[in-house]
């Protein structure tokens, strides 16, 4: 007798098929999606009818199987292929790939879900979302662009507005020093006049204002230096007030620093215990009354001073004009021996640009060697002096500099490394910048050689340090940090990726969008770093493609149909059969 069980039985094959169908036609419309995972169903069959469990053997019969008769087929699940799908290069840096088993994390109204679909774009805010708006999370940097771990949030990455500056730590030099060269001994001397109070020669506590002739040097008249030159390059502008209590004594310190004279030179290799004092701005000459300069040595040192160079202007003080140039500089000795002076670029804290002058002059041979005393100066340091202190450049309260000493074979035998500060006083900086000078390093290094027929070269190879840049692009590295580069030349760490991996990536739930969400059996998210825990690495300027296999799903296709048939045949064939049932009753 035909059975009406047959027909469900024959529907329950041609539902579980059709739904095959779905599953297969799902996985061919996304054979284009990013990342997409395939999808396959899997069938069991339903209950059993169950008319005899079966006996065991025994000594009369040797038993007997169960007696079942099943009811069809049903549905048993889902399973998604998440293995790696083929990765596409694109260009584009906002495209991100993972080679690997973890997942973007992204954020949606305070949701946290997941997707390896890393086709991302800049919103308004500059921040990475998806292209339905979901922001991707990652962890941000301090100040100091070191990586904050365990902070996620959202990536920002704000191009043409983050801006940096740097200032200079480290200048590197390289070059030779002449050792041929001839050996500094004398500075400049520059007389500038002689000068009395009352006929009498004068002292360094001697008041401006009682120098002859009078109205000259009066309360409220200012004393400017214009236009002298040290070694051919012109000296910077500076000005001296006079007022009812400046002693001469102030002024020849004022010009002794802002002629970038060191008072106090340095050590004398030839005598270790004694000091040499090799430049001054003091009174001297026969009657004590003139006023002497006496420069550094070394023809780079070589003072030039005008009569027109030292120029007195009236003040607001009341009084006939007075003599605008009461200075008659007469130079009765050039400065002389062998020296190299450098000049070159370093930036404060602000990325503002400054110049410092290096020079380096020969002040000794020895039997073990030469030595070679250095001068530093800057025309954009704040304060009053010209010169360059603090550090190890100096002892303390002193201009004491230390020389390079260089060995026999004309390599540094000292440390080669001088500390140095330039004063940025109310200019908004960092003050002072300091900076270390170094004259030997493991790619570069000064020598002292002998170079007949040449002079010394002096260079500046290295110095870090910058002007203000604008972040102007960025890459994402396979750990996941983001880099930004600086139109300055900088790059910088902005970020980092963060990423999830699961006990059980199946278990997640498919929320659309290429998304996924936590479920009941993926486990609990952990979140780190790309290269972690399994997770993979990040591939910049690609995405990944969808792991649906086309033969396959062609071929699952013709099964499926071919099932579907054959479940629609059973159907045919029980209606058939009742209807032979039904004539039997007529």
Known sequence: ?????????????????????????????????????????????????????GTSPNASTGGSNPGQIGLGVTMAGTQRNFSNGAISPT??????????????????????????????QFNSQNDL??????????????????????????????????????????????????????????????????????????????LMTALDPPGTFVDGNTIELRQAERGGKVIPTAQFDITATTTLGDYMDWLRVNLGIYENGGDDPTDPA???TDGSVSLGGAGGDEIIIVGNPGEINDLEIDASDIFVQQGTAAGPPPNATPFAPVKSQSADGESVRTTFIVYDSLGTELQVDVTLVLSAKTGGGTFWRPYMHSDDDTDAA?????????????????????????????????????????????????????????????????????????????????????????????????????TNGLTRTIGQLAIANFTNPEGLVDSGNNLFAVGPNSGTALITEPLEFGTGRIIGGALELSNVDLSQE??????????????????????????QLLVLGR
Do not use: C, H, W
């Open 1 to 53: 007798m035909a059975s009406t069980t047959a027909l469900f039985t024959g529907l329950a094959g041609l539902n579980s098929n059709a739904r095959q169908l779905d599953v297969i036609g799902n996985n061919i419309s996304n054979v284009n999606t990013t990342a997409y995972k395939s999808n396959r169903l899997q069938f069991s069959s339903a209950f059993n009818r169950t008319f005899s469990l």
């Open 554 to 579: 062609f071929i699952n296709m013709i099964l499926t149909s071919t099932g579907y048939s054959a479940a629609s045949r059973v159907v045919t064939t029980t209606n058939e059969l009742m209807n």
């Open 274 to 276: 004694g000091v040499s």
């Open 129 to 206: 979302v998806t292209l339905s708006g979901d922001r991707l999370q990652g962890y941000p940097v301090d100040s100091e662009f070191n990586i904050i771990e365990g902070r996620v949030e959202d990536v920002n990455i704000p191009i043409g507005t983050l801006t940096i500056a740097e200032a200079t730590q480290n200048v590197t030099f390289s070059g030779n020093l002449n050792a041929d060269g001839d050996v500094a001994q004398q500075g400049s001397i520059i007389s500038l006049g002689t000068f009395t109070t009352g006929g009498v020669a004068p002292t360094p506590a001697t």
């Open 386 to 486: 010209n010169l360059l202190e603090n550090g190890t450049l100096f002892a303390a309260g002193s201009e004491d500099l230390p020389m390079l000493q260089f060995d026999n074979f004309g390599q540094l035998s000292t440390t080669g490394q001088y500390n140095i500060q330039v004063d940025r006083f109310n200019t908004g900086a960092l003050d002072p910048l300091q900076i270390a000078l170094r004259f030997a390093s493991d790619a570069d290094q000064v020598s002292a050689l002998s170079n007949t027929g040449g002079g010394s070269t002096l260079a500046a190879v290295f110095q870090d340090g910058s002007p203000l840049g604008v972040l102007s692009s960025f890459s994402v590295g396979e750990n996941g940090t983001i880099t930004g580069g600086f």
């Open 91 to 120: 260009g584009l840096n906002t495209d991100l790939a993972i080679e690997g088993n973890g997942f973007f994390v992204v954020e949606r109204a305070g949701e946290r879900l997941f997707t390896r679909a890393g086709a991302f």
